[in-house]
């Protein structure tokens, strides 16, 4: 049974498949005395598609969120529950309720998630991509500068990035991509969950071979920066060994940045010094 009233709901609504709605979601969804919706139509049109009772609707998005809390809000403290619905997926991720979640934890009214469909996990959950860790950039700037000042931020951060974008955007967004990440995997989510649904994985620096245009919901996956193989250590002393005689240190180091990954000069000239003070105490022990 959901607990007493007054109580928020978050629900996370179906991507595409309307059977993707848990029976818990229908349940809050058929008793709620209030539905707050992104588009209402929409909202009756899943209603129904779920065979779910006509509930009262309020509409619920980003241009309206702080004119219509007081009203919610009101309408929580005088005992009603009240269901917060995005188009589709989990509220909040790139959707409005921030804003009406905060109030309600500063005001000491419940809030309570329904979890279920979210794009950005659907589309790590099947690309192939490293799954951990992750960041979520939800919609990207529309223009240039916003979106290279983004990018830029998240470049050294470990982990696949996972964004929302428009078709008509996406090749400007993945150029600026390419220019600041450098390359890297990337996965296009088509249509997740319907009846297009599709998964294009290529380099981002093939990124102008993706097929044009691309329709419906986009959720794009650009993977981690390539990590370089560090070369065992003993693999290190035999190189090492095979170059020392007749050469300097500074030339020897040099010469095995070549041939050798993921040791910094300093490591090398440490490991130079630990191979010497060896020989050393071995003639040492002779004598």
């Known amino acids: 049974m959901p607990p007493s009233h007054p109580r928020l709901w978050i629900v996370a609504t179906p991507l595409g498949e309307v059977s993707d709605l848990s029976l818990r979601a229908r349940d809050i969804l058929a008793t709620a005395d209030c539905i707050l919706a992104e588009d209402t139509r929409r909202a009756q049109r899943l209603f129904t598609a779920c065979g779910l009772p006509k509930r009262p609707m309020l509409s619920f998005f980003e241009h309206n969120e702080q004119e219509r809390e007081a009203e919610v809000l009101a309408r929580l403290k005088a005992g009603e529950d009240v269901a917060l619905i995005s188009d589709a997926?989990?509220?909040?991720?790139?959707?409005?309720?921030?804003?009406?979640?905060?109030?309600c934890r500063r005001q000491g009214i419940a809030v309570s998630p329904v979890p279920g469909p979210s794009a950005p996990v659907c589309a790590?959950?099947?690309a192939g991509l490293p799954p951990l860790p992750y960041s979520f950039l939800g919609f990207l700037p529309r223009d240039t500068a916003g979106k290279r000042r983004l990018f830029t931020a998240f470049a050294r951060t470990p982990g696949t990035l996972i964004f929302f974008e428009r078709g008509d955007r996406l090749a400007e967004s993945l150029r600026q991509a390419l220019a600041?990440?450098?390359?890297?995997?990337l996965a296009v989510c088509r249509e997740l969950t319907k009846d297009h649904e599709e998964f294009i994985l290529l380099p981002l620096e093939f990124w102008d071979r993706l097929p044009t245009p691309l329709l419906g919901e986009l959720t794009v996956l650009i993977g981690p920066?390539?990590?370089?193989l560090r070369t065992p250590k003993d693999e290190v002393l035999f190189e090492l060994a095979a170059r020392e005689h007749g050469c300097r240190a500074r030339d020897l180091i040099r010469e095995l940045q070549r041939v050798v990954s993921g040791w910094s000069s300093k490591e090398l000239y440490a490991l130079l010094r630990e191979r010497k003070e060896a020989?050393?105490?071995?003639?040492?022990a002779k004598d």
């Open 89 to 103: 997926g989990t509220p909040l991720l790139s959707d409005p309720g921030y804003h009406l979640v905060r109030a």
């Open 124 to 126: 790590l959950s099947a």
């Open 180 to 185: 600041i990440l450098g390359a890297r995997e």
């Open 225 to 228: 920066p390539a990590e370089k």
């Open 279 to 284: 020989a050393e105490s071995q003639l040492s």
